[in-house]
C-alpha cells in the first residue's frame, strides 16, 4: 500500500487515471466501427476524472469521490440515454431506470449477433459510455483511495479483453499511451511526498529504490529463465500483438469442404480485392458451388463436367434474347476487378449473366456456373466483366414451370439422417401457405431469417444427432452456412433442385466509388434453380450479416419499406408518440411525479445533480434518437400470443402484411361489423415495425411503450368488440 496523494499531486494522480482509460477506450477501434462514440466516451470520461479531483481535493475520505462519482455517473447516464423520446429529463424517474434496462438489453442482444467492427447504435454508446465510467471510477478507487495502484492495472484490462478474445489487433499507440499512464501512475503514488526531509525521507527513497530494482531484477530473470518455456505454451504464439498500421500479411483462400459443426473463426480484415461497377451495383461475387452434402459437411465433387475455353456470354440458364414478353431488358453494368490478397483457382464473378474479358486464360464449367483459370489468382491481377442484371420479379418465378432437367437430380438428394423425416415435416410447417415453388422459397428465407426465431452467432453450439441442419433448427444458432445449408436442405425437401453458393458480399465503399472487399465479407448463401429462369440467389441469413435479401426475393421491395401504407398520414398513424400513447397513462404520470420526489430527496447535493446534468449535456444524443426500436418482434410475439389463446391463429410462413388481412377479416367475422380505425392503424404500425426490424437497412426507431401501447389497442379490439345493432322488421 502506498500513501493517498494529496494536494496537486492528486489532482495529477485522478489526470492520470482518466489518461489511463482514454487509452484503453482506442483499444475498441477495431471492434466499432467509427463513429461519435469515441469523442463523447473520451468527454465522459474526462468531466468524470475533473470531478473526481475536486472532490478529492476537499476531502480526505477514502470513499467520498468515489460515492460522488457513481451518483453523477448515474444521473448522467440516466438522462442522456434514458430519457422519454423527443425530450431530456434532467431528473430520471422509476421510468427511466425501466428505459435504461430496455437499452442496455437491446445494446448487449445487438452485440451477440453482430460482427465487428460493428456500427455504434444508441444502445452500443450506452454500454461503451458506461463502461468506461465505471472502469474510471474503479480505478480511481483502487489506485486513489485504496492507495494500490498496482492492481488498478487489472481493472484497466476489463477495456482491453474484448479485442483479445476476439483476436483483434489493436493500435500500439493505445497500448503505448495506456502503459505510459500507468508507469506514471505508479511512479508519482510510490515517490515520498514533497517535504519529506532529514534521515526518514532518505530511509524511505533507499527503501523504495532498493524494491524498485529488486523488483525490475526479479522480472528480468523470470522472463529470460520462464520465456522459452512459456512460448511453447498452446496458443502462446497465436497472441496477436498491437501494431503500429495496417499492413497486408499472407492471402485468403475459401475453403470448400465446409463444416457445419466448426464454429467460426476471426476473418482477415485484409482486402481480398477491389472492383468498380458501373453504372448499376451488381451485388456478390460467387467464387465457387457445392453440390453434395453428407448430413454435416459439403463435400466437392469430383466429378468430371465440359469446361472449355469460353470468352462468350457465360450463363447456363436460357436464351436470354427469348426472355419472356413482360420482362424489361437487363441492365448492362461494366466491372472492373482487380485481386488483392485473395488466391483461388476460381474467379469471382457475379450470379448474373456475365463476360469475362482477362489477360490470362480462363475456362467455363457451366454445370457449377465457374469461372476458372490455369493457376491461382495473383496480387495485381485485373479482369473486367460485363454483367446483364436480370430484371427478375416474384410474379416471374411465379409463373416458372415445375418440370426440371434430368441433369439436376443430383441437386435434390438430401442425406439419409435419422432426422431427415422430421426436417421434412417442420419444412412441410413453415410452407404450409404456400401455393407455388417461388412461395414455397420465401417462406424458408422469412422463416430463417426472423431474429426472434434465430441468432446470427459464431460459435455453433455442440451437435447432438447425425443431423447438422436438425441440430441447427433446434438450437436456432448459427452463421451463413447454416442457414444456408438449412434452405438448400429445406427446399431439396419441397423437390425444389438447390445447391450451396459461396463467395463475397459486395464489401464496403472505398474512394472513387470503388468497392472494397475483405476476408470478413466471405459469405454462403443458397441457390434454387427454376425453370427458365435458372438459378437464383436468396437470402436466408439474418439481416444482422447479410443486408437486405435480393429484390427478387424481398417481400418488400418497391415499397420503400413501407409495405403497409398508412390510411391517413396526417392522423394517429402520422404522430404515434401522441394520442395513442399518453391517453390510458394518467395514473402512470402520477407516479411519476412521486417518483421524482423520493429520488430527488435521495439524490444528494445540488452540486452533484448538476454535474450529473453537465455528463448528461455533453453525450447525451438527440431526443428523437434516444431510444430506439427495442422489441417489435417481441410486441409481435405477445399479440400472436393473445390472440392464439382467442383462437386466432396463423402459420411462420405468414408475412405481416398477410396476418393484418388476416386478423382483421377474423375480427370483422366475429363482431359482425369492421375493425375500429384506431385499431385497424395500430395492427397495421406493428406490422410495419416487424417488417421494418426484418428488412429494413435501417430500421426506423420505435420505442417500446408505443409498441406496447399499439398491442393494447389491438387487444381492445378483442376484449371489447364494436356492437353491431341489427334493425328489426
Known amino acids: 500500500m502506498t500513501d493517498i496523494p494529496r494536494g496537486l499531486r492528486s489532482w495529477v494522480a485522478s489526470g492520470l487515471c482518466g489518461l489511463a482509460v482514454l487509452g484503453s477506450l482506442y483499444s475498441l477501434e477495431q471492434l466499432i466501427a467509427p463513429g461519435r462514440w469515441l469523442p463523447v466516451a473520451a468527454l465522459a470520461v474526462a468531466v468524470l476524472a475533473a470531478l473526481l479531483a475536486g472532490v478529492r481535493a476537499v476531502t480526505r475520505g477514502r470513499w467520498a469521490p468515489t460515492v460522488v462519482g457513481l451518483v453523477a455517473t448515474m444521473f448522467g447516464v440516466l438522462a442522456a440515454y434514458a430519457s422519454p423520446p423527443g425530450r431530456f429529463q434532467a431528473l430520471p424517474t422509476t421510468a427511466s431506470l425501466a428505459r435504461l434496462g430496455d437499452a442496455i438489453r437491446a445494446g448487449l442482444t445487438y452485440i451477440d449477433a453482430s460482427q465487428p467492427p460493428v456500427d455504434a447504435t444508441a444502445q452500443l454508446e450506452l454500454i461503451v459510455v458506461g463502461g468506461a465510467l465505471l472502469v474510471l471510477l474503479l480505478v480511481d478507487l483502487v489506485a486513489l483511495g485504496l492507495a494500490a495502484p498496482a492492481w488498478s492495472g487489472l481493472v484497466l484490462l476489463a477495456l482491453w479483453l474484448p479485442g483479445i478474445a476476439l483476436d483483434r489487433a489493436t493500435s500500439a499507440w493505445a497500448f503505448v499511451g495506456t502503459a505510459l499512464a500507468y508507469v506514471v501512475l505508479l511512479a508519482l503514488t510510490a515517490a515520498p511526498p514533497p517535504g519529506t526531509r532529514g534521515s526518514r525521507g532518505r530511509r524511505d527513497a533507499s527503501r523504495r529504490t532498493g524494491a524498485a530494482v529488486a523488483g525490475a531484477a526479479t522480472v528480468a530473470v523470470a522472463a529470460i529463465v520462464a520465456g522459452p518455456f512459456v512460448a511453447l505454451a498452446p496458443g502462446w504464439a497465436s497472441v496477436r500483438l498491437p501494431d503500429l498500421g495496417s499492413v497486408s500479411v499472407g492471402s485468403l483462400r475459401l475453403a470448400q469442404d465446409l463444416d457445419l459443426r466448426e464454429s467460426l473463426g476471426a476473418r482477415s480484415n485484409e482486402v481480398e480485392l477491389t472492383y468498380l461497377a458501373e453504372p448499376a451495383a451488381i451485388g456478390p461475387l460467387r467464387v465457387f458451388t457445392l453440390r453434395d452434402f453428407d448430413g454435416e459437411n459439403w463435400l466437392r465433387d469430383d466429378r468430371p463436367s465440359s469446361v472449355e475455353p469460353d470468352s462468350t456470354l457465360l450463363w447456363p440458364a436460357r436464351d436470354l434474347a427469348n426472355r419472356p414478353p413482360d420482362e424489361a431488358a437487363p441492365t448492362v453494368s461494366e466491372v472492373s476487378v482487380r485481386i488483392a490478397g485473395l488466391r483461388e483457382k476460381h474467379l469471382p464473378v457475379p450470379v448474373m449473366p456475365r463476360t469475362v474479358e482477362a489477360d490470362d486464360e480462363f475456362t467455363y ?365
Open 365 to 729: 464449367d457451366a454445370e457449377r456456373d465457374e469461372v476458372l483459370r490455369g493457376g491461382t489468382t495473383r496480387p495485381g491481377m485485373e479482369y473486367s466483366i460485363r454483367v446483364e442484371i436480370l430484371s427478375l420479379s416474384a410474379d416471374s418465378l411465379r409463373r416458372t414451370p415445375t418440370n426440371y432437367p434430368s441433369d439436376l437430380d443430383q441437386y435434390l438428394v438430401v442425406p439419409s439422417t435419422s432426422h431427415a423425416d422430421d426436417i421434412a415435416a417442420a419444412t412441410a410447417e413453415v410452407v404450409d401457405a404456400a401455393t407455388n415453388r417461388y412461395d414455397q422459397a420465401l417462406a424458408l428465407q422469412t422463416y430463417l431469417r426472423n431474429t426472434q426465431e434465430f441468432t446470427y452467432s459464431t460459435q455453433v453450439p455442440a451437435g447432438r444427432s447425425d443431423d447438422a441442419v436438425w441440430d441447427f433448427l433446434g438450437s436456432k444458432t448459427g452463421y451463413c452456412v447454416q442457414s444456408a445449408t438449412a434452405m438448400t436442405v429445406m427446399a431439396r425437401t419441397l423437390g425444389i433442385p438447390a445447391r450451396l453458393a459461396v463467395g463475397f458480399l459486395p464489401g464496403s465503399l472505398g474512394v472513387d466509388g470503388e468497392q472494397v472487399v475483405t476476408g470478413r465479407d466471405s459469405h454462403a448463401w443458397p441457390e434454387l434453380y427454376f425453370p427458365g429462369a435458372g438459378w437464383v440467389r436468396f437470402e436466408p441469413t439474418p439481416a444482422v450479416q447479410s443486408g437486405a435479401p435480393p429484390r427478387w426475393a424481398d417481400p418488400f421491395a418497391g415499397t420503400n419499406n413501407a409495405p403497409i401504407p398508412e390510411q391517413n398520414p396526417t392522423g394517429a398513424g402520422a404522430a404515434p408518440t401522441t394520442t395513442p400513447t399518453t391517453a390510458p397513462s394518467t395514473g402512470a404520470v402520477v407516479r411519476a411525479d412521486d417518483a421524482d420526489r423520493r429520488i430527488a430527496i435521495g439524490a444528494g447535493t445540488i452540486a452533484t445533480i448538476l454535474v450529473g446534468g453537465l455528463i448528461a449535456w455533453l453525450v447525451r444524443r438527440r431526443r428523437s434518437q434516444a431510444t430506439t426500436g427495442l422489441g417489435s418482434e417481441i410486441a409481435w410475439e405477445r399479440l400472436r400470443s393473445r390472440l392464439g389463446a382467442a383462437g386466432i391463429t396463423w402459420s411462420d410462413s405468414r408475412t405481416p402484411r398477410q396476418v393484418v388481412e388476416l386478423v382483421s377479416a377474423e375480427l370483422a367475422r366475429r363482431t359482425g361489423g369492421p375493425m375500429r380505425p384506431e385499431s385497424q392503424a395500430a395492427l397495421r404500425e406493428l406490422a410495419r415495425a416487424v417488417e421494418d426490424d426484418r428488412y429494413a437497412p435501417s430500421p426506423s426507431p420505435w420505442d417500446h411503450g408505443e409498441l406496447d401501447a399499439r398491442v393494447t389497442i389491438v387487444l381492445h379490439e378483442l376484449t371489447h368488440p364494436v356492437t353491431v345493432t341489427v334493425p328489426s322488421a
